[in-house]
């Protein structure tokens, strides 16, 4: 018995390492292939070698990665899941089939309903949640089972025992093992993140620096040339589209400032209602050009320190992007500062055309824009500010219906 329950526990653990080693960075649509087919595998060797009790009775874990991936797959993986578990429960036949069937179909039909409140739970609250389904459905299971005796035996006992201790503890001990490796992974991803942003800063420092002197010489000698009465009028045309790429540039190159260190002229110990007030008054004309109202909420009392320039320069990046998502038709564009959980949140919420998976995923990357001019230092300075101040940034979109930036920023009292 010891020997099979050790084989199951290998069955189980195979998939998740197998997953995360080797498949984790592959597209959506690949991945839940992927976790449709590791799981398929763990449920048929689970039930191809089932763990034999001293007592006589037979059983096995095939529900604990039908459990785990359905909750986290949803129907896309729980479906397929479910057809192959009963299809091969029927060739293996005996005793218990139509029961699985019946038991199975429940547990199908609770894990649609909790899937998407299950992936919005924090790590530990998932791990809680997941153990406490296989903890109900087990003890419906044992339930419906104990009808079929006429009295509850010891060995049934051992054998409900036993059902509890390896299938809840293996839901959560997987659980753990998940929730784990997650975590592991979102802690490389950021440690990733500000090691590039760091060298960013100071590449940006030292280069915008050196670039700018030259252009603006070459923008003044271009207007210059401009109000010269000898060039014609083709001649001028030239000029000006030169003059506007030599600004073009200059912007880059203002971007590439706003990347660099917090300057110490600049820090300011503050609720943010200052500057969320000035990008509202910045934004408006460019909003209402584009038929979108703009409203400014404000509640939030807690302080932190920061550079003035850069925060305006953050907020106003995704204020103007979320204008941008509405040119077509117009829109709302709103600007939140709260208090939440302790720390100052800032949400910006458009109604625009919103954004991909894969976009989402891309966000904040260098040189990576939804836009077909655009150069992705906009977004860059956002996820740069928030790195600073030590925050977070959360996005939430839906094609079709908007996009909604939270960043989460911790206060600093003393200043």
């Known amino acids: 018995m010891t020997e099979t329950l050790l084989l199951n526990l290998l069955f189980l653990l195979m998939p998740v390492f197998m997953f995360y080693v ?14 449709v087919l590791l799981s398929a595998s763990s449920m048929i060797l689970c039930m191809t070698f089932p763990i034999h009790l ?6 096995d874990l095939r529900y604990i990665p039908f459990i785990i991936a359905g909750l986290f797959g949803g129907y896309r993986v729980v479906l397929p899941l479910y057809v192959l578990l009963n299809f091969y429960r029927f060739i293996i036949a005996g005793d218990g089939t139509y029961l699985s069937l019946i038991f199975s179909t429940f547990i199908l039909a609770v894990i649609l309903l909790s899937h998407h409140k299950f992936i919005k739970l924090t790590p530990r609250n998932r791990v ?34 036993s059902f509890l201790l390896t299938q809840v503890g293996g839901v959560m001990f ?3 093992l998940i929730e784990q490796l997650l975590k592991n992974v979102k802690i490389r991803e950021k440690l990733f993140d500000t090691e590039r942003l ?43 589209f030169s003059l506007d790429e030599v600004k073009r540039a200059e912007k880059i190159v203002s971007d590439f400032l706003t990347l660099s260190l917090p300057q110490s002229e600049n820090m300011v110990h503050s609720t943010l209602k200052e500057e969320a007030e000035q990008v509202k008054e910045h934004i408006l004309p460019y909003a209402s050009f584009h038929q979108v109202e703009v409203k400014l909420n404000f509640t939030n009392t807690l302080e932190t320190t920061y550079d003035r320039n850069q925060m305006e320069q953050c907020l106003l990046n995704l204020c103007k992007n979320g204008v941008e998502a509405m040119t077509e038709s117009g829109g709302m564009l709103t600007i939140s500062i709260f208090e939440q959980k302790k720390n100052i949140a800032v949400q910006i919420e458009d109604t625009g055309v919103g954004m991909s998976k894969d976009q989402l995923k891309r966000l904040g990357k260098p040189y990576y824009s939804t836009k077909e001019k655009g150069t992705g230092l906009g977004m860059l300075i956002v996820y740069n500010t928030m790195n600073k101040l030590g925050g977070t940034i959360e996005v939430s979109s839906q094609k079709g219906k908007g996009t909604t930036f939270l960043l989460t920023i911790p206060p600093n009292p003393t200043g």
Do not use: D, W
């Open 54 to 59: 001293p007592i006589g009775f037979i059983y």
């Open 128 to 161: 809680i949640y997941a153990s406490g389904l296989s903890l109900f459905t087990l003890i419906l299971y044992l339930t419906i089972l104990g009808l079929f005796y006429y009295e509850l035996t010891q060995e049934f006992l051992l054998l409900c025992l």
């Open 198 to 240: 760091n060298t960013i800063n100071q590449l940006s420092a030292s280069v915008a620096h050196e670039i700018r002197n030259p252009l603006t010489v070459a923008k003044g000698f271009l207007q210059l040339l401009q109000q010269s009465p000898s060039f014609s009028g083709e001649e001028k045309r030239y000029l000006t």
């Open 22 to 35: 080797f498949f984790e960075n592959k597209t959506t649509f690949f991945n839940r292939a992927i976790l």
């Open 174 to 176: 997987i659980m753990l």
